[in-house]
C-alpha cells in the first residue's frame, strides 16, 4: 500500500458541488443512483443552514478532492452520549488502497472522541468486501445481532396519517 500526503478539513460552503459529485460517484458504485435525489441548495441547507443537520470533511492532496466523510450525531440511550454516525464514506476509485479511507476514519475516531462520544456506528453493504475489510483492520466489529429498518415514500407516508 503506497500512502500519500493527506490534509482532511472540514467541509466549506464551497465545498457543497463537489460533495454532491462524492454523493453521485458514490451511489453508482453502490449501484444506487436512481435513488440520488439530493440537489445542492438541500445540501447546503443541511450542512450549512439554520437547522444544520450533518457534516463532512474532505481529503484533499494538493487542494484536490480525492473523498469524504458524510456524518451527524445520534445518541446512545444506555451510555447517556451521543455518538457519531457515519453515513458515508467514499474515496475516489484512483486513490484507494492508499489510506485515503483510513486517514478519513481516523479524523473521524478523533473528532468522536474530542465531542466526549460514547461510540462510532455506520452501515456497510454485505458485498462491499474491501470496505468490510478496511473496517475490520480498524478494529470495527459487526452488528449482526442488529438488523436495519426504513421507512421511506409512502409507506412512511401512510404510517404518519394514522396518527
Not at 478519513?104 to 475516531?109: D, F, N, Q, S, V
Request: one cysteine or more.
Amino acid at each position: 500500500m503506497q500512502s500519500i500526503e493527506l490534509t482532511i478539513r472540514q467541509a466549506e460552503t464551497a465545498d457543497v458541488p463537489q460533495i454532491l459529485q462524492f454523493i453521485k460517484e458514490l451511489a453508482e458504485y453502490e449501484k444506487l443512483s436512481s435513488q440520488v435525489t439530493a440537489t445542492e441548495q438541500a445540501l447546503a441547507d443541511s450542512l450549512f443552514g439554520a437547522q444544520k443537520s450533518v457534516e463532512a470533511i474532505i481529503a484533499e492532496q494538493n487542494k484536490i478532492p480525492l473523498g469524504f466523510a458524510l456524518f451527524f450525531h445520534n445518541f446512545s440511550s444506555f451510555e447517556g452520549r451521543s455518538g457519531l454516525y457515519l453515513e458515508d464514506l467514499y474515496v475516489q476509485p484512483a486513490s484507494r488502497g492508499k489510506g485515503v479511507g483510513t486517514a478519513l476514519m481516523k479524523y473521524l475516531a478523533a473528532l468522536a472522541l474530542e465531542r466526549n462520544c460514547a461510540r462510532m456506528e455506520w452501515a456497510v453493504l454485505n458485498w462491499n468486501e474491501n470496505a468490510i475489510r478496511l473496517y475490520k483492520t480498524l478494529g470495527s466489529v459487526p452488528m449482526n445481532e442488529w438488523r436495519v429498518y426504513r421507512l421511506t415514500g409512502e409507506p412512511l407516508t401512510k404510517l404518519a396519517q394514522k396518527r
